[in-house]
C-alpha cells in the first residue's frame, strides 16, 4: 500500500518530466521545418508556401496550387511534418513518399498559420503571403502544433494543414492541449518557443498570428 500511495505521488512529476522531454524533441523538429522554410523562401522570393501543400514535396494539380512544390521539397522523408512526439495520431498516419493526400493515411501533427499561409478555402483560394510583410518576425507564428482532438479515422480534417488563433465560432485551431498546454511554434525571424494557450489568444494589442502589426 505504501509503494502504491509513492507510486502516485511520483507518477505525475514523472509524467511531467516526459512530456519535457517530448516537447524539447518536438522544438527539435520544428527547428528542421524553420530551416525548410528558410531554403523555401530563399528559392521562392521570401514568399510563404500555401496551407494545403506547405508540407509537400510535389504538388501535382497546378489549377489548385499556386506554388508547384511544399517544404517538403528540402527534407528526405515528408514523414518530419508527422512527428510531433506528443502527438498519438503522428505515430500511426504516416505520408506516402510524396507527401500526397489521403482520406486514410496522413495527420499532420504541425499546422502552418492561416495569416502566413493565404485563405484556407480550397480551391480556389488566395495567395500566400510573403515574409517582407511581416512587421514583427519575432513575434509572429509561422507554424506550430497543429490541433489533435476530434479525428474522425476516416476523414482528411482541414485542421491538420494550418493553425489559427481561434475560428468564427471561437474555438481555437492549433494545438492547444500539447505540451501540458504550452504548445511550440516556429516564429517568422526563424526561432522555436512554446507559448501558454493563453497567451496566444488575440486580446487588446496582443497578437501573435497577425502580419502586420
Not at 505521488?9 to 519535457?20: C, G, N, V
Amino acid at each position: 500500500a505504501i509503494i502504491a500511495i509513492l507510486a502516485a505521488m511520483l507518477f505525475p512529476s514523472l509524467e511531467k518530466a516526459k512530456e519535457t522531454s517530448r516537447s524539447a524533441s518536438c522544438q527539435n523538429n520544428l527547428k528542421q521545418i524553420g530551416l525548410c522554410m528558410q531554403m523555401y523562401q530563399d528559392d521562392n522570393d521570401d514568399w510563404y508556401p500555401t496551407i494545403h501543400g506547405w508540407f509537400r514535396k510535389e504538388i501535382v494539380s497546378s489549377t489548385n496550387y499556386y506554388m508547384a512544390y511544399g517544404l517538403g521539397e528540402y527534407v528526405s522523408s515528408v514523414n518530419l511534418f508527422y512527428q510531433c512526439p506528443s502527438s498519438q495520431f503522428g505515430k500511426i498516419y504516416l505520408s506516402d513518399p510524396a507527401g500526397n493526400a489521403s482520406k486514410t493515411s496522413k495527420l499532420l501533427t504541425y499546422g502552418l498559420s492561416v495569416k502566413v499561409g493565404g485563405n484556407y478555402t480550397w480551391p480556389p483560394r488566395s495567395p500566400s503571403h510573403n515574409l517582407r510583410e511581416v512587421t514583427q518576425p519575432s513575434s509572429t507564428v509561422s507554424i506550430g502544433d497543429a490541433r489533435q482532438e476530434a479525428f474522425v479515422a476516416n476523414e482528411l480534417n482541414v485542421d491538420r494543414f494550418l493553425i489559427q488563433s481561434k475560428d468564427t465560432s471561437g474555438l481555437r485551431r492549433f494545438g492547444e492541449y500539447m505540451h501540458n498546454r504550452h504548445p511550440n511554434f516556429l516564429w517568422a525571424d526563424g526561432h522555436i518557443a512554446g507559448m501558454a494557450t493563453l497567451d496566444m489568444d488575440i486580446m487588446g494589442s496582443r497578437d501573435y498570428w497577425t502580419l502586420k502589426k
